[in-house]
């Protein structure tokens, strides 16, 4: 069975060029989650849907971070306009029902803005 | 205000050795706990969780973990490690009146010396 699935796995951009980072979870799961990891702040929950809709967004750290998840296997977290504090690596996360806490993580895409 | 602490940021051990990493929580109501692992340049994946039951939990790649209440503790456990087990180790609980978030450990490093 495939996994959930990100895209790209590496990228990198000049600040203030908008950033699009794509996820495909796994089918038949209701949770996803978007995490941004870094060296200084562990992991970060930035934004939860279930069943497509945005649950909790309080984790999105501005204005210039948005996600939308316009059907249930697909979502994206864009940057727009990024800045070099962005850098992180990203990660996109599906579970099969809400409050199992057993989360299924992608790879990642390993974000770097010059 | 629940808290995860992970008291080792590194845990270097001989291949071979038995380890413990250590997890201890703070929370006012009834958690599950869940240890998760990170391979280099991967997502993360869940090892093992206590939902309810036994206080011992037995996970994959030989890993176990031992729910102390008392001591509101979760650490993990492996009798004997192998080089495949490098790794960070993220240990995280959920509330159980929450229905989605999990609390994060700052993580520990896994060091396997040969």
């Known amino acids: 069975d495939a996994g959930v699935i990100q895209s790209p796995r590496h990228e990198v951009t000049e600040m203030g060029q908008e950033v699009t980072l794509r996820c495909k979870p796994i089918?038949?799961?209701?949770?996803l989650f978007w995490y941004r990891q870094t060296m200084m702040r562990g992991l970060e929950l930035l934004i939860y849907f279930n069943n497509n809709v945005p649950i909790d967004d309080s984790g999105m750290p501005e204005d210039r971070f948005s996600a939308k998840m316009p059907n249930a296997s697909f979502s994206t977290l864009k940057i727009q306009p990024s800045e070099p504090r962005d850098s992180a690596v990203y990660f996109c996360?599906?579970?099969?029902?809400?409050?199992?806490?057993?989360?299924?993580f992608g790879e990642g895409s390993r974000l770097t803005v010059l | 205000a629940q808290s995860v602490t992970q008291l080792d940021s590194q845990v270097p051990v001989f291949e071979e050795a038995p380890v413990e990493l250590r997890c201890n929580y703070s929370s006012s109501v009834s958690v599950y706990l869940f240890w998760y692992v990170q391979y280099p340049n991967q997502g993360l994946q869940l090892l093992l969780k206590y939902l309810s039951g036994s206080t011992l939990v037995k996970g994959i790649n030989g890993f176990e973990a031992e729910f102390n209440k008392s001591q509101t503790s979760f650490h993990l456990r492996k009798p004997s490690v192998h080089i495949s087990d490098t790794a960070e180790y993220f240990c995280a609980v959920s509330l159980m009146d929450s229905n989605y978030q999990l609390i994060w450990g700052a993580g520990t490093k896994l060091i396997i010396k040969p």
């Open positions: 996360a599906s579970s099969i029902r809400t409050g199992t806490g057993e989360l299924f």
């Open positions: 089918s038949g799961h209701n949770s």
